[in-house]
């Protein structure tokens, strides 16, 4: 240490140009520390923690967390370490890495033998395929996961390990419900069925494929009874295309129209192992009509042979050009074409709709714009022309709310007119239909003639599969005396008989209606009430019976049967009218036609009393919002008569019906 006389301490060198000089490392000589003293003579707080020891006591603290329904307290470092753990089995690679590391740190994978790192070792599962996932995940392929397991479990009894993996399917973390469980945690799941009954159930399988129906029958039945409580749909599916082959068709179909698997599913769907089931019988030499059937019915939902949901790759119609003129003109009736192009066609619905109502707001306020009177016009062919696309598409609550619309101004053009009676036909309402075709003749469409537009319209319901027995009438009408149509049209060939009698077993309406072109009044009705039934199976099978798809197709049911109930009733076939219309007020208890048809055949069978209470009964109520049923017994008079027959109680009615209504006191 320099001295103050400016010489060193050690060798008496002069350094007094070094001491003057103060800078880095050299600090003044007054506030240096002295040799052999500390700079903090008073020490270290007594009582002030470190870091580590800060660290120390917060881990070691007490915390509340929540395990199952049970509240506990532990140190804060274990509850850490509970948490990266509960997330790294879920999946989380942060957490399973963070966890790892505190391993490492704690040297807990220092200094171990081989032995007890491999005991220690973190065994993840080994990646599983596609179709290893799709067979532990999808509930459609229940058949070949339980053949499996009883596959490991015949082979562990016999003490020989079983080909493949068993780790990756065999082990019970590897099961379906395990999986469901851990993807639905608090979901009730039904169990499996027991070994006895899956080998019954796998049994009626090969019986299946070998042609014996009826053991396959059987073996279903009895695998189905032993599975009550599980959960057995594959099973019930064998049975389903047993009994195809057994004749009870409308059965399986009922079963098969069941399933309605989400579209956004990526597993196999019950569908799709449908149409692989069917392929099989083919390939066994086993075929039905119901097969192609549903095989249509899945293939135009878009499901295939393939596993994963149905695709439907939307080609490319419009270009980017397009796309840019809808994001900038949404209102513009180009948007509404270019959406009709590209398959929008709700949304060009919703445009022309929009442009209806604007333009006829604006000729409320100025009935001489006649660019508001132009595009309305031009919107209103437009959504003309959507609402004939959905009544051949068959959606025809769509289109009658389009129709209604667009008679909202009043009677509306002739070419409204045509497609409203086209609708009505379609619905059902065959007479009023009837009436609208009958009220316009000789009248112009365009440069066509009315009758000529008809028939026209006819022909391209019979090509989209919409023939309705009233089209031959109303041609039969218009091709006779002198306001005949020249409209050279070849007569359609009639059905061969092979055709006629498949039509007869089927269970749709359209074969039913084909056979009713034909006069084939007995076997149209089985149509129609196989039909009936199996909509109905499916209504019992659905919670609640809110299914809208399924009531709408029991109501077409119910009406094709009491229409031709009145037609056995014009051709004197009183009591089985009673019975078809009593098999459909069976299916539908509010169904006012189907009292009305009965009525009519108790009245001719002698039963007056019960028919004219039952006439009494429905007079007053209403089939739907357009039809009142006091107005459907008067035009089933009127058919009646003309058939030929008349009761003293068709007048009674009559009269009743035309008394006024009774005025209801208003307080």
Known sequence: MAMGNGTDSH????????????????????SRFNKG???NSKGRPKGRPNFAEITRDLFNAKTKIRVGEQTLYMPTGEAIIRKLMVDATRGNHRSLMALLDIIEMTGRTNEVSDEERERRTLKLPKPKSRDEFDLIASPARAKERQRLFLTYQDAEAKGSAPEGDPDRI???????????????????????????????????????????FAGAVRLADDATAKSLDCEATWMRLILAHARMFSGQAPESNAYY??????????????????????????KAGHSHPLMSEIAKHFTDQGWTLKAGAPMRPKPLTITIEDRAFIVLNPDDLKTGDLLE?????????????????KCRSRLANNKSDADARQTLKTA??????LAWELVLAGRLGQASEFIEELLVDGSGSLGLQALRAHLLMSSGQGREARAIFLQHRGKTVGTDSWETVILKDFDTLRT?????VLMDEIEQLFGSGSDAVSLQRPEPAPPAVSELDELAEASDVASGDKLFEQRRFSEALAVYLRYLDQWNFILSR??????????AYRDRAVDRICDLAVIMIQNREYKAACEAAGRALAAKQQAPRANITIAHGLMLLGQVDEARVLYEKCRRERLDAERKAADVILEDFAAIREAGLTHPLMDEIENLIALPEPRRLVR
Do not use: C
């Open 380 to 385: 209103a062919g437009r959504l003309m022309r």
């Open 257 to 282: 129209l069941s399933f309605q698997t989400p579209k956004n599913i990526s597993l196999t769907s019950w569908e799709t192992v449908i149409l692989q089931d069917f392929e099989k019988l083919r």
């Open 542 to 551: 659905t919670p609640n019976k809110i299914n809208t798809t399924a009531i």
């Open 464 to 468: 989209a599969g919409r023939a309705h």
């Open 11 to 30: 060798t008496g060198a002069n350094t007094t140009s070094v001491v003057a000089t103060v800078g880095y490392k050299r600090p003044p000589r007054g």
């Open 170 to 212: 065999g082990r019970h973390e590897g099961t379906y419900r395990s999986f469901v469980a851990q993807m639905n945690p608090g979901r009730a799941i039904m169990p499996e069925p027991s070994p006895e009954a899956i080998r019954i159930g796998l049994e009626a399988d090969q019986r299946l494929y070998a042609g014996d």
């Open 341 to 357: 192009r590209d398959g929008e066609f709700d949304k060009a619905a919703s445009l022309y709709r929009r442009s209806i109502a």
């Open 37 to 39: 003293r500390s700079g």
